[in-house]
């Protein structure tokens, strides 16, 4: 699968522009500010129907616009995939796929698998729990359907219980068989969530060592582990135990909406004791993990997206990462870096054909 085309019109900086791309490696390159990222960001705005940098949509139209759209022309199973996104100010987001809108964004996420590498990365390791249940929710997104719809809909729940908490509190009141309906149906697509995430941990965690150790060359002992509640009870008996403080807090504290990932490298946690190289070693392993997890599942190989990769290591680290790029096991490639002459020469020992888009 490749991206064959991009048009951008009053996309963030860009008025209008259009871009032809190389089946393997495309390389954009400029001076801070001129949009490198911008356009990395709309391809991958393709592929999940939203900004990976700015999750408001309307702030992504170029200023003193009123709208925009991004266009883009893909080749998958030597099919054309001919994908549109548009927002107009105040009006609601169209997607279109082959000139067909959809009428669930949920639908179109895992057609067109991406990985995107990026300094926002380190989020994933520096921020609170959310970032990486929104990882794990990403990747197992891309591959099954079942689970998104789940999780979806396990959210749609969770915000109706949490108002009803609201309810109760503001008007001193209770009442138990109103709350069970919604624990109930917690428990059902909360099981089903759990059970899935346990199951993509098993695979992908084995995967994820191994990126690490061809990363780095060496043999530290890095762990990923995965952390619930349900582990030791059911939603249901959790959600049970749990209705005081749930009602006092007004919302409710426990559920796979509090799952969470520890990384620890020789069992140190990598927040606190990992160097800032094994920091970016361990985030670029996550991501390549991601990539070959995809790739498995949903038998594409994603497009790879490497936004600003100098901005994590050294010459001899990247370079030696390309080398491991460096194989029939990775499709279509996008890079963005400010030095024309450094990525030139990098980007030669990923695939002979690549184009370089200077901005
Ligand atoms: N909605 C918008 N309208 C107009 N310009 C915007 C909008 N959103 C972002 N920009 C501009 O886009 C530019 C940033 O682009 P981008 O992040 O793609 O730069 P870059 O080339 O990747 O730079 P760096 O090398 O520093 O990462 C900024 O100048 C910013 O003001």
Redesign the pocket.
Known sequence: MHLHKLSLINY??FSSENFEFDTKTNCFV??????????L?AIYHLSFGKSYF?PITS?????NEDFFVIDGVFKKNKKEEHIVSSLKKGAKKIIKRNGKAYERFSDHIGLLPLVIISPYDRDLIAEGSVTRRKFIDGVISQSDKEYLITLIKYNKVLSQRNSLLKYFAINHTFDATNLAVYNEQLNEYGTLLFKKRQEFLDTFIPIFKEQYKAITNNTEDVTISFESKLKDQTLLQLLETTVDKDRALQYTSSGIHKDDLSFKINDYPVKKFGSQGQQKSFLIALKFAQFHFIKEQSKTTPILVL??IFDKLDENRVSHIISLVDNESFGQIFI?D?HAERTENLVKNIHQSYKIFK?
């Open positions: 963030k900086n400029g001076h801070n500010g001129v949009g490198k990222t911008n356009v960001d700015n702030q992504n139209i170029k200023h936004d600003d963005s400010t901005l």
